[in-house]
C-alpha cells in the first residue's frame, strides 16, 4: 500500500486526477445497518464474552469491515462521511489522501493529541483513497516494478484498506522513514506500537504475517476498528484481523 518510489510530479498528476474523479462521483449511499443480519447470525462470542458478531465484517461501511486481496470494496464504494480531520496533515487539505471517515475522527485527534503530550508529533500522511486513485498507484508500481513485485506492497484497487477511509498511514514531520521499515523505530513508530490501540488503532500488517494479510511489515499503516475491539485485540494479543475473526 505505499508509494515509497513514486517520484513527486507522478504523485502530483495521480492526486490531481484521482480528486477530479472523486469530486465527479457521487457518493452511494451506505448499506443497511447490520442489525438483520446480526439478528441471524449464530451468536460467536469468545471465551471472554466479547461478541465477535456486534458489526459486520462483511458490509462497506462497518467499521469492522474486512477488506484484503479476498475480500474487495465495490468499485463504486465511496465512505458518506469523509472530512478533512483536525490534525496535522502531511499535504494540503483540498488533497483526497488527507481525508478521513468522520466516526473516527474523535479517537484519531485524541491520538494525535495523547503523542504530542508525550512529546511526539505525528503527521496523517495519507487517508482515503478511491478506487480510482489507487488504480493509478498501482499500474504505475506495476509498470515499474513488475505485477509480483507491487502486489506485495501496493494493494489492486478495490482491495486497498484506503478506500474505506478508516485506514492511513502515519508518518513524522521530517519525513525520515516515510513508508519504510525504519518508520518502527523513529519514536512516533514506537509511540504508536505502544498506544495506538488505546484509540481504537491497530497495525494492519505486522511483521511476519504476510502470508496471512498479503503484505509486507508496515508498521505506518494504521486501521480504525473501535476502541472497543482493538483492546480487545491487544488484551488477546491478536496480529491480524484474519485470525482474530478466523477468516
Ligand atoms: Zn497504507
Given amino acids: 500500500m505505499s508509494h515509497k518510489k513514486l517520484t513527486i510530479p507522478v504523485i502530483i498528476i495521480a492526486a490531481a486526477v484521482g480528486g477530479a474523479f472523486f469530486m465527479l462521483r457521487k457518493p452511494v449511499s451506505a448499506p443497511p445497518t447490520n442489525n438483520e443480519q446480526r439478528a441471524i447470525t449464530t451468536q460467536q462470542q469468545s471465551s471472554d464474552g466479547f461478541d465477535k458478531n456486534k458489526y459486520s465484517t ?62 511526539v508529533t505525528l503527521v496523517f500522511g495519507s487517508g482515503y483513497r478511491s478506487y480510482e486513485l489507487q488504480k493509478q498507484f498501482y499500474d504505475s508500481y506495476v509498470a515499474r516494478d513488475g505485477q509480483a513485485a507491487a502486489d506485495r506492497y501496493s494493494a489492486r484497487p478495490g482491495t486497498s484498506e484506503h ?32 498506544h495506538a490501540h488505546k484509540y481504537g488503532f491497530i497495525i494492519r500488517y505486522p511483521d511476519g504475517k504476510e502470508s496471512i494479510t498479503g503484505y509486507q511489515y508496515e508498521p505506518w499503516h494504521l486501521r480504525y476498528i473501535g476502541k472497543e475491539l482493538a483492546n480487545e485485540y491487544h488484551k488477546t494479543n491478536t496480529k491480524t484481523l484474519e485470525e482474530f475473526f478466523g477468516l
Avoid at 61 to 83: F, M, T
Avoid at 84 to 100: G, H
Avoid at 163 to 192: A, N
Wanted: aromatic share 8%; proline share 5%; glycine share 6%.
Fill in 163 to 194: 478506500q474505506t477511509g478508516l485506514s492511513f498511514d502515519v508518518t513524522s514531520i521530517s519525513g525520515k522513514c516515510h513508508l519504510e521499515i525504519c518508520f518502527e523505530d523513529l519514536p512516533e513508530g514506537q509511540w504508536i506500537k505502544a
Fill in 58 to 119: 462483511d458490509e462497506p461501511g462497518s467499521v469492522w469491515q474486512i477488506v484484503n486481496k479476498k475480500r474487495a470494496l465495490p468499485a463504486n464504494y465511496v465512505p458518506e462521511d469523509l472530512i478533512v480531520p483536525d490534525v496535522r496533515l502531511r499535504l494540503v487539505a483540498s488533497e483526497q489522501q488527507m481525508k478521513f471517515r468522520q466516526i473516527a475522527e474523535a479517537d484519531l485527534v485524541a491520538m494525535f493529541n495523547a503523542a504530542k503530550e508525550a512529546g
